[in-house]
């Protein structure tokens, strides 16, 4: 049966799709539109990176024109209302998008911006990746502005993808967030329709209202109280999909004896943070995750803290901004970090880490471990505590020049 869903899903997809293929020999874009269209990479329903991403293209590159996000389903952020402005929030997206239906969309608009992140290779769901790229490929055909923000891809791009890449990068310039994936798309794509750039969520702004709140107060004290007592601070990011693939028990068990490695070589307090709420390991998500690593260690008495009440990744920066480095298992969590010239000691996968790492001249050698390693990392350990201090000065004389190549996500040409 299920099988038989996926046919229909898929056959009703491409119906469409060949529907919008036609009219649009037919449909040209309205002129003077004053309207943009986002694809974010994932719905916005509980995934920080999204929120940081957006609130980045929102604040840096919409210039206060209107912004409709397009989601899978209906969406309702009460939170954003602090955060962006002229923004509206519109569903359709989803495993039956009808294509005819967000063609008449796109021909009001002036602008489609893809957020590529790590969606567009198909790494996670080949048809996520095609639909993004088909809808670039229906704006340009009716004369409305299309881009992706810098994106990364994998080792093995499915040929699929691959196909429609070479297609669409003959009429948009395609944006890659690090040099590993620009190596890789450079030996099928031309250099020239390539642009390297950073992460967009590099130059996501702080927007101190977000986070302005008894429960944040209560944060700042407890660092103070921390630092004064000669205590470095490490902001804790566990990773639920990490969770999920190699066994809930497996991954917090390993998290424990990193954080207690970490334990035997300085004098530490824990800020126990997450950058995904929705339930991804069965029920746990990075929060659930984080809890019990909370009351772990709280009940062997060390200086910890933690709170459930962070709504978006926008917010959560202002926590982030506290901390001397980050231990993270997400990636836009340890970006935030960054931002604030905070070390990252990375819990790596998917080869995801590395290159952002070397946008800092730093070693990935010296700050990164695999997440199903986490029961062998002494020696992980004693490398980052060791060149630490050299790691600091890196991030610090390298964070302006990884922002301002940030700017690239945006181009007129």
Request: aromatic fraction near 12%; charge should be positive; hydrophobic fraction near 40%.
């Amino acid at each position: 049966m299920n099988n038989f869903k996926q046919l229909f899903k898929g056959l009703y997809v491409e119906f469409f799709w060949s529907v919008a293929l036609f009219c649009s020999f037919f449909i040209k874009a309205k002129k003077n539109a004053n309207k943009i269209l986002v694809l974010p990479a994932a719905n916005l329903n509980g995934g920080f990176g999204e929120d940081i991403m957006i609130t980045s293209f929102m604040n840096n590159f919409a210039n206060g024109t209107p912004v409709c996000i397009l989601n899978g389903f209906k969406i309702i952020r009460e939170d954003y209302k602090k955060i962006n402005k002229n923004i509206e929030f519109i569903d359709g997206f989803n495993d039956k998008v009808n294509f005819l239906k967000l063609l008449l969309l796109i021909k009001n608009c002036s602008l489609v911006y893809v957020i590529g992140a790590d969606i567009m290779d198909g790494t996670y769901r080949v048809h996520n990746s095609i639909n993004r790229l088909r809808v670039i490929e229906l704006a340009h055909r009716i004369g409305v502005k299309a881009q992706i923000s810098g994106f990364s891809v994998s080792k093995n791009i499915l040929p699929v993808v691959k196909a429609k890449f070479i297609k669409v990068a003959k009429d948009v310039r395609l944006k890659i967030r690090d040099v590993e994936s620009y190596t890789r798309m450079k030996d099928f794509i031309d250099t020239d329709r390539l642009i390297l750039t950073n992460d967009i969520a590099f130059i996501c702004p702080d927007v101190p209202n977000s986070y302005e709140s008894k429960i944040y107060d209560d944060y700042q004290a407890w660092v103070s109280t921390a630092k004064a007592n000669g205590k470095t601070i490490i902001g804790v990011c566990p990773n639920a999909i990490q969770a999920k693939k190699i066994g809930f028990e497996n991954y917090l068990s390993g998290f424990k004896k990193l954080l207690e490695g970490f334990l035997e070589v300085g004098n530490y307090a824990f800020v126990f943070l997450y950058h995904d709420i929705r339930p991804i390991c069965d029920e746990a998500s990075d929060s659930t995750i984080s809890k019990i690593l909370n009351e772990y260690f709280k009940a062997k008495s060390v200086d910890c803290f933690y709170t459930d009440q962070i709504k978006n990744g926008v917010e959560l920066k202002g926590y982030v901004a506290q901390v001397d480095f980050t231990i993270t298992g997400r990636m836009h969590l340890g970006i935030s970090g960054l931002t604030f010239s905070k070390p990252m000691f990375g819990v790596s996968y998917a080869n995801k880490f590395e290159g952002m790492v070397k946008l800092f001249d730093v070693d990935p050698n010296t700050c990164l471990i695999d997440y199903d390693k986490l029961s062998e990392s002494k020696e992980k350990i004693l490398l980052f505590t060791k060149n630490f201090a050299a790691i600091e000065d890196s991030v610090k004389k390298n964070i302006q020049k990884v922002k301002l190549e940030t700017s690239n996500n945006y181009t007129h040409g």
